[in-house]
């Protein structure tokens, strides 16, 4: 399995940016589909986005699309989410996942998980 690590999170201002990233090693980075997921205090964990091996191919949430972008470096081993117009509901911590296969919606199907990073959008 792929080791995972993020980093980025922080607070912000409604209507701010922030970017978030993940760091993978232990195994090739390149042939790993990767999904960012969100788990806010009192609620389930949800999907954020998702990027296949090539970053030709990418998911969102509907809560999501149009403000925040997921892409990859696999030269850096690295994925990020770029996120903009932040508003209070996106406050959580975000967590980045990997699976051998296309990317998923469903976190179950993610192999290998990092232990998150707190991104708080607060005035």
């Known amino acids: 399995q792929v080791q995972l690590v993020e980093s980025g999170g922080g607070l912000v201002q409604p209507g701010g940016s922030l970017r978030v990233s993940c760091a993978a090693s232990g195994r090739a980075f390149s042939p790993y589909s990767m999904g960012w997921f969100r788990q806010a205090p009192g609620k389930e964990r949800e999907f954020v986005a998702a990027?296949?091996?090539?970053?030709?191919?990418?998911l969102y949430s509907d809560s999501v699309k149009g403000r925040f972008t997921i892409s990859r470096d696999n030269a850096k081993n690295t994925v990020y989410l770029q996120m903009n117009s932040l508003k209070p509901e996106d406050t959580a911590v975000y967590y980045c996942a990997a699976r051998r296969l296309r990317a998923s919606t469903f976190g179950d199907e993610y192999e290998s998980w990092g232990q998150g990073t707190q991104v708080t959008v607060s005035s």
């Open positions: 990027i296949n091996w090539s970053g030709e191919s990418t």
